[in-house]
């Protein structure tokens, strides 16, 4: 079965540079879920779109932008990257009720040097 | 607001222990999902298990099993017969409609050691 598809796998970035990663959900699911996982840490709700609108914002920093395009996929844009912003970032898209399940990404391993 | 707490920061075990982790949840919701993820050194988070709110059966899958009590707010997870292979962090989540939606709350996840 198609799973949520996260590119690219591994991206190394220098502080202050701009990165941009995508996600590919389910096909059906509109509804996309961003989070951020620190070393160590849970992973932290960032953002969510639902048919393309944003639907709820978590603990995502003024510097990172998102969207929802017409085919349902999702692009985190993040600007001005701080040494902090190194992590794993996951996407989940799940069905119209939500509470049916959420599948992850493989996630985008984002280290800034 | 919604809080999931798995007070176990570590556990570790002998090849063929069983286990359980912790897993308790709180929220004002009547209606909510519980899950389950599995996180291998690889990074990726592994579905393990959804419940929801109106289903207290307990759930067996092979060696893993889940207990889910409303009554002390908790949805414990059980590997029986550990092996190497089950050495990951494991989270619990909690998805509750909290203003307005329903949004994923992660515990902080419990590392699972399995040793030979």
């Known amino acids: 079965a198609a799973g949520v598809i996260q590119s690219p796998r591994h991206l190394i970035k220098e502080k202050r540079e701009t990165a941009t990663l995508k996600c590919y959900p389910i096909p059906r699911h509109d509804t996309v879920y961003w989070y951020q996982q620190g070393p160590g840490q849970d992973p932290q709700f960032l953002i969510s779109f639902y048919e393309k609108m944003q639907s709820d914002k978590g603990s995502i920093p003024d510097r990172f932008s998102a969207q929802q395009f017409s085919d349902y996929h999702s692009e985190l844009n993040m600007s001005s990257l701080e040494l902090g912003d190194s992590a794993l970032y996951f996407c989940?898209?799940?069905?119209?009720?939500?509470?049916?399940?959420?599948?992850f990404g493989s996630g985008t391993r984002l280290t800034v040097v | 607001a919604q809080k999931v707490t798995q007070a176990q920061t570590e556990i570790s075990v002998v090849e063929k222990e069983d286990v359980t982790l912790d897993c308790v949840y709180e929220t004002r919701d009547t209606t909510y999902y519980l899950f389950w993820y599995k996180q291998p050194p690889s990074g990726e988070l592994v579905f393990l298990i959804r419940r929801n709110s109106f289903d207290e059966q307990n759930e067996i899958s092979g060696r893993y099993s889940w207990n889910f009590q409303k009554s002390t707010s908790s949805f414990n997870f059980t590997i029986t017969a550990s092996q190497v292979v089950d050495s990951a962090v494991y989270f619990c989540?909690?998805?509750?409609?909290?203003?307005?939606?329903?949004?994923?709350?992660f515990g902080r996840g419990t590392s699972l050691i399995v040793h030979p």
């Open positions: 989540a909690l998805s509750a409609l909290a203003g307005g939606s329903y949004i994923p709350t």
């Open positions: 989940a898209s799940s069905s119209p009720a939500g509470g049916q399940g959420y599948t």
